[in-house]
């Protein structure tokens, strides 16, 4: 009876535990994901998650010897869930910020960052600044640095915040947007590669405040985890090293994401 009461205290504390603590019991990694920010992460017909964060993640697992399940969350809800315990971690293309990491802790950047302007293709727009955006509409994804970027900076524009990317990339193709801000790879994705995205070019200089792009991208995990934290660094230096990293890479862009060349 004592064994018992002992053995199920122990299977208590290991439920409790979070993942590092854990790990010589439990073999999976939930990764918490966004699903909606196309060529990073998004369902397919099907249903199915897929993406270049699917595709590290499940590369970091193989590495870590565990196996991956992915959990989609709306982006304004990402970090609390992760807080919540909802997952484990977060590959979702998340800027390194000093914001978030009062709350997160970072990996290592597996991305470098840096925002944009997009206009509609016959647009005159050559100035981006306050001053000359003034009394103009501007799209950005909310709870994001890029909606962060336009609300504190433009602050005479008519700044619209929207729950997904694509929910911006429609109202800029339908015409109710001057412009929009986005990341600079699915940006540079969009106007390529989809059939919407023809309507509109990329504008102005690149944006690389680090205020708001930080210091690049990397995958989020809670602060006591640290330990999941190291597993997750040494687990990336191991991809991009073996290569790995750069077929991923290649599958989606044509330009290497880790350093923008």
Same mark, same amino acid.
């Given at each position: 009876?004592?064994?018992?009461?002992?053995?199920?205290?122990?299977?208590?504390?290991?439920?409790?535990?979070?993942?590092?603590?854990?790990?010589?019991?439990?073999?999976?990694?939930?990764?918490?994901?966004?699903?909606?920010?196309?060529?990073?992460?998004?369902?397919?017909?099907?249903?199915?998650?897929?993406?270049?964060?699917?595709?590290?993640?499940?590369?970091?697992?193989? #590495?870590?010897?565990?196996?991956?399940?992915?959990?989609?969350?709306?982006?304004?809800?990402?970090?609390?869930?992760?807080?919540?315990?909802?997952?484990?971690?977060?590959?979702?293309?998340?800027?390194?910020?000093?914001?978030?990491?009062?709350?997160?802790?970072?990996?290592?950047?597996?991305? #470098?960052?840096?925002?944009?302007?997009?206009?509609? %293709?016959?647009? %005159?727009?050559?100035?981006?600044?306050?001053?000359?955006?003034?009394?103009?509409?501007?799209?950005?994804?909310?709870?994001?640095?890029?909606?962060?970027?336009?609300?504190?900076?433009?602050?005479?524009?008519?700044?619209?915040?929207?729950?997904?990317?694509?929910?911006?990339?429609? *109202?800029?193709?339908?015409?109710?947007?001057?412009?929009?801000?986005?990341?600079?790879?699915?940006?540079?994705?969009?106007? %390529?590669?989809?059939?919407?995205?023809?309507?509109?070019?990329?504008?102005?200089?690149?944006?690389? *405040?680090?205020?708001?792009?930080?210091?690049?991208?990397?995958?989020?995990?809670?602060?006591?985890?640290?330990?999941?934290?190291? %597993?997750?660094?040494?687990?990336?230096?191991?991809?991009?090293?073996?290569?790995?990293?750069?077929?991923?890479?290649? #599958?989606?862009?044509?330009?290497?994401?880790?350093?923008?060349?």
């Amino acid at each position: 009876m004592k064994k018992t009461a002992c053995s199920l205290a122990l299977s208590v504390l290991l439920v409790s535990m979070p993942f590092t603590q854990a790990q010589a019991k439990e073999t999976t990694l939930r990764i918490g994901t966004e699903g909606a920010y196309p060529p990073f992460n998004y369902f397919t017909a099907d249903g199915q998650l897929a993406g270049f964060d699917i595709d590290i993640g499940n590369a970091l697992c193989e #590495k870590m010897n565990v196996k991956c399940t992915f959990v989609a969350q709306d982006w304004e809800g990402i970090i609390p869930a992760l807080l919540a315990g909802k997952y484990d971690t977060v590959i979702a293309s998340m800027f390194i910020t000093e914001k978030r990491k009062q709350r997160v802790d970072f990996t290592n950047p597996y991305q #470098k960052s840096a925002m944009t302007f997009v206009v509609p %293709k016959d647009s %005159k727009l050559s100035d981006f600044s306050p001053q000359a955006l003034a009394g103009m509409t501007i799209g950005a994804q909310g709870s994001s640095t890029q909606g962060d970027y336009l609300t504190a900076l433009y602050p005479e524009s008519d700044v619209r915040l929207y729950p997904t990317q694509d929910a911006v990339n429609l *109202d800029l193709v339908s015409g109710r947007l001057d412009a929009q801000v986005g990341d600079i790879i699915p940006m540079m994705s969009w106007v %390529k590669d989809s059939q919407d995205g023809q309507c509109c070019k990329l504008a102005g200089n690149l944006i690389t *405040d680090p205020t708001y792009v930080g210091e690049g991208v990397g995958i989020a995990v809670r602060q006591e985890d640290d330990a999941l934290r190291q %597993k997750l660094n040494k687990a990336l230096a191991d991809i991009v090293a073996d290569g790995t990293y750069q077929a991923i890479n290649d #599958k989606y862009f044509s330009v290497n994401i880790l350093t923008l060349k």
